[in-house]
């Protein structure tokens, strides 16, 4: 039997009003009508079992008839800035990133970065992220967000405890990623990579190099593997 269908709401009680795209998703797509058993989510990390009650020309309500924490949420915070990338691949990051377990993505401009993000496409960004949460199970969906400049960027995850940045410029890590513990803060470049001005500005504000390897990677690969990397050696894809 398939699980319930999952959908986020902006506030739970004893019935919900499910509306806007989630409901003509529900309705239009799903074909879920009354007495159909749907998941109900509000970013919290709990989930709600619900019933639908009844519909409506403009909305759909459902019957809350349990919760439970989710046990599909990551218990290492991890914080992935990427450079933005060219034609749909930061799509692909914010997605695949999401499914591993990240909890917040920011995206920024750089030196050598040749792509661009307007209101619309962080947008776009942040609807990726919220298909992504519900198709792989998730209670949450992660935060996105975009600098415009490298050091905005930077700073913004100055309350991080671990800061990995992912440096063209070394032979070897700089870290021991499976010996540090609590939050993590990741940086990987766009196609065009950092100056050595950016990784320097990094190293000051608490940044250390990792390299991921002795292959180049595309920017889209190398923030994934990152990612992963990461999450497997804090123990969240064990």
Excluded: W
């Amino acid at each position: 039997m398939a699980a319930p269908k999952r959908f986020f709401v902006q506030n739970i009680a004893e019935e919900v009003l499910l509306s806007g795209e989630e409901f003509r998703h529900a309705k239009s797509v799903l074909r879920l009508t009354e007495g159909d058993e749907i998941t109900l989510l509000d970013g919290s990390g709990k989930e709600y079992a619900a019933i639908i009650s009844r519909v409506e020309k403009g909305g759909m309500y459902a019957h809350i008839v349990g919760e439970r924490t989710s046990d599909k949420e990551p218990k290492t915070d991890v914080y992935l800035l990427v450079g933005a990338l060219k034609g749909d691949k930061t799509e692909l990051v914010v997605q695949k990133a999401t499914e591993l377990g990240i909890q917040k993505i920011g995206v920024f401009s750089s030196r050598y970065c040749s792509a661009y993000i307007n209101e619309n496409k962080l947008e776009r960004l942040k609807k990726v992220a919220h298909e992504a949460a519900k198709q792989c199970m998730r209670a949450t969906v992660p935060t996105v967000e975009y600098f415009d400049d490298f050091s905005s960027a930077i700073d913004s995850a100055k309350d991080y405890q671990n800061k990995l940045f992912a440096c063209e410029f070394i032979q070897k890590s700089e870290a021991d990623i499976s010996a540090l513990t609590g939050s993590f803060a990741l940086v990987v470049g766009s196609e065009g990579g950092f100056t050595e001005e950016e990784f320097a500005s990094a190293q000051s504000k608490g940044f250390v190099g990792v390299s991921l390897g002795k292959r180049i990677l595309r920017a889209e690969t190398a923030a994934i593997a990152f990612t992963a990397a990461v999450m497997y050696l804090v123990g969240e894809l064990g």
